[in-house]
Each structure stands twice: as C-alpha cells, then as structure tokens.
C-alpha cells in the first residue's frame, strides 16, 4: 500500500508497479515464460506496455522478479526428527497450492535456462542449508538435498505441470503418506 505522504503520482507509480507485477505471475503461472507477452501482462494490469519495461526493464528481469519467493521454510512446524518426511511434503504442497509463481518457475523451468538457474539457486540457498541441518551430516548434505529437491519437484512436476490424473486425485493427506518416507530416508536414512 503507498504511503499517503507520497505525492500522487507517485502512489499510481508505485500501484502500477504493483499491478503489473501481480499480473506477470498470473500470467507466467498460466502461460510459462515463453507464451506470456509483455503485452499480455500490461493488458492484464491495465497498463502501457511502455510501463512494463519502464518499471522492470524487460521480460526476463520482470520474470526474475515475478519468481522470486521464500520457500517459508522457517514457517515449518517443529516435529520429531522421525516426521521431518511428512512435515516437508506437507509444507512443500502447501506451498505449491498456495503460490502459482511456483508452479510457473516450474513450468518455465523446463524450457527457459534463466528460469531452470533461478529454480536451482532457490532450492540451494533455502533447501540446502535446511537438509545439511536436518540431516546433522554435513558431508552427504549436499547429495540429500538434491534427492529431497527431486522427489519433491518430481511430484509437482507431475502434480500440477503435467496434471497426471492419478496424481492429480490424491488429497494431500494421501500424497503426504505416498511421498513422505521416501523424503524422511532423504533426509536421515544410512546413505
């Protein structure tokens, strides 16, 4: 929200900003990277696209921008170390069903280098850091941390990318008893 001591047109600016950037990631989630236009998004927010690249310069700085996002993984419950697995998967879903610039950073992803970069760096600065403290073995961290990152970017991938029918069709609570002792021996089983 603008501040009312801003001058005027600065508060427009300012929700303008705002407006095109909510946009992109509506728009990037429903048409990944390469189908969503500049034009599409400045439609979208009922902008100039001259505003689009005014406020963000071009389409992959707006993507780059529209991507970024906290894993919330601090938000994850304090469990036993035996339900770390279902603790994750949970959180992890929830995340996926909450925010659709995940699932658009994994649609582009598959298809856009900067996109797979971004979706790398994202699950190496906030995923690893969690295995190698989870895991209490800094020297396999690394190695459990990408398995975890596949198991659960495998999942969304087919969940909600690719929408297969029986994956699809599972509730969470399913999904989470499926997925999570996979994720748990990621996590501290014997390597």
């Known amino acids: 929200m603008a501040s009312p001591d801003l001058p005027k047109h600065r508060q427009r600016g300012d929700a303008t900003r705002a407006a095109i950037l909510a946009a992109a990631r509506e728009r990037f989630a429903a048409d990944g990277y390469d189908r969503a236009t ?32 906290d894993l919330r993984l601090s938000e994850m419950p304090a469990v036993p170390r035996t339900r770390i697995g279902e603790a994750l998967v949970e959180h992890f879903l929830k995340r996926w069903e909450e925010d659709e610039a995940l699932q658009a950073l994994l649609r582009t992803a598959m298809t856009d280098d900067g996109a797979a970069e971004r979706a790398r760096g994202i699950f190496a600065a906030q995923v690893g850091p969690m295995i190698a403290k989870l895991s209490g073995e800094a020297a396999s961290a690394a190695t459990r941390a990408g398995l975890v990152s596949s198991q659960l970017l495998g999942f969304a991938l087919c969940r909600y990318v690719l929408k297969l029918p029986p994956i699809v069709k599972l509730r969470r609570p399913d999904a989470v008893k499926w997925v999570a002792p996979t994720v748990q021996r990621y996590i501290t089983g014997k390597a």
């Open 38 to 69: 500049v034009r599409a998004i400045a439609a979208d927010a009922g902008a100039d696209p001259s505003l689009v690249i005014r406020y963000y310069g071009s389409k992959e700085k707006l993507f780059a921008i529209a991507a970024e996002f």
